[in-house]
């Protein structure tokens, strides 16, 4: 009788813990830790990530230094284009065309250098180019 008591217990515990893994809501609804929002003219999309978002896949940036970005900011996508993921604003992300001349070490030197105020994603970018493309796993 005494085991059964504490299988009961162990149950109910288990049972609080399985429902607190799910999807959590505000009033209701779910928060997805990604949207996307239209760049109008264009066929691409703003990625936009909750805060909790970019916590998770450990966001982390640089600012270009000339015609150069770290080559951990480049992405190719499947018929080998390269891009790279600007952030113009906080927990925003847009994925922009480069053009690679050669690599040096660590960098990528572009054939024309992208705006010298751009920031771009150097950990997280296959993370934002599969929550805009739809690429998993």
């Not at 288990?14 to 109008?40: D, F, N, T, Y």
């Not at 150069?68 to 922009?96: C, H, M």
């Amino acid at each position: 009788m005494k085991h059964i008591k504490w299988i009961i217990a162990a149950l109910i515990f288990a049972g609080l813990l399985l429902s607190a893994c799910g999807s959590k809501s505000v009033a209701g609804e779910i928060v997805q830790p990604a949207r996307l929002e239209p760049i109008e003219g264009t066929k691409f999309s703003r990625v936009i990530l909750t805060e909790k978002a970019a916590q998770r896949i450990d966001i982390q940036t640089a600012q270009i230094q000339g015609n150069t970005v770290p080559y951990a900011a480049v992405i190719y996508d499947t018929e080998g284009n390269t891009w790279v993921y600007s952030n113009p604003k906080p927990l925003t992300f847009v994925r922009q065309p480069i053009v690679i001349d050669h690599i040096e070490g660590d960098l990528a030197v572009l054939t024309q250098g992208l705006d010298s105020a751009t920031i771009v994603v150097t950990v997280g970018v296959s993370e934002l180019y599969g929550a805009e493309t739809g690429v998993s796993k």
